[in-house]
């Protein structure tokens, strides 16, 4: 997301193309040593939530970043050890968020294996929750619409809202901003929900939709006529009302 701060007629196709070439050059050049420093600061010793331990953490997981990028089964093999072996929920939920996105082999039982050792914790599943919604794949909202179905899950739960709606359409660019509309059909299904529930939440799910202006001319006008949908809707709220109306008006400009 912060990728088109600033920016104009945001193409979010072509600026993720961009971003893959970029990534793949970085990796084609550096992977050597993007290892090695990954290696470096991996450490044995008891976990602490130390000024040193978290850099080296930080430093660790975005190597193994870079190097998951690179679909090599062998990289692969190195976040399920992470997951598999550490001490630690930062690199356990790292490991875990790489294979996921990256749709590694086996990810879906790793998945599984989580929710059974976490289920009774919310913050862990609402974790597990956005980790699924920001897989950058296609099938990536129907995914949400079924993890919505869960117990864990409810509109009624503004924090389950945030971690699963929240971040598929805030998170997720590639598929929040699909050619088709779709994501954006999905996030005015869920304003109108919300409105009913819990307006305060629903306001700040529409609020998505603040910079409509920033994109292609074809995403604009499918925002825009999703924008147009809720307020067009009987009963909206105060709070959603005002958003969508100053957002039409912002679009005669």
């Known amino acids: 997301q912060s990728l088109i701060v600033n920016m104009k007629g945001v193409d ?3 600026l993720h193309q961009a971003k893959d070439m970029l990534v793949n050059e970085i990796n084609r050049n550096l992977q050597v040593e993007i290892l090695s420093v990954f290696h470096q600061n991996h450490s044995d010793e008891m ?3 130390s000024a040193g331990q978290v850099a080296q953490r930080s430093l660790k ?4 970043w870079y190097l998951a990028q690179t679909g090599n089964r062998e990289f692969y093999q190195l ?3 992470q997951f598999q072996q550490t001490d630690n929920y930062t690199d356990k939920v790292t490991a875990l968020t790489l294979l996921a996105h990256r749709q590694a082999p086996g990810f879906e039982d790793l998945l599984a294996d989580y929710y059974s050792q976490w289920q009774n914790n919310p913050l862990m599943i609402n974790r597990w929750l956005s980790i699924q919604a920001t897989i ?8 949400v619409k079924q993890l919505m179905d869960l117990p864990a899950f409810s509109l009624k ?3 389950a809202v945030r971690s699963l709606l929240g971040a598929f359409c805030a998170g997720n660019l590639t598929r929040f901003h699909a050619p088709d509309g779709s994501g954006y059909a999905f996030l005015a299904d869920q304003v109108l929900a919300l409105d009913v529930i819990n307006p305060q939440v629903a306001a700040r799910m529409v609020s998505l ?12 006008d499918q925002m825009l006529t999703q924008i147009k949908r809720i307020h067009d809707s009987e009963s909206l709220s105060a709070n959603v009302y005002e958003i969508v109306d100053r957002a039409i008006q912002q679009s005669a400009q």
């Open 79 to 81: 976040c399920q050890q």
């Open 12 to 14: 979010v196709a072509l």
């Open 47 to 49: 976990y602490q939530v």
């Open 209 to 220: 939709f603040n910079d409509f202006k920033q994109f292609h001319p074809d995403l604009r």
């Open 136 to 143: 950058p794949a296609e099938d990536t909202l129907d995914r």
């Open 157 to 159: 739960n503004p924090n």
């Open 61 to 64: 997981n975005r190597c193994l």
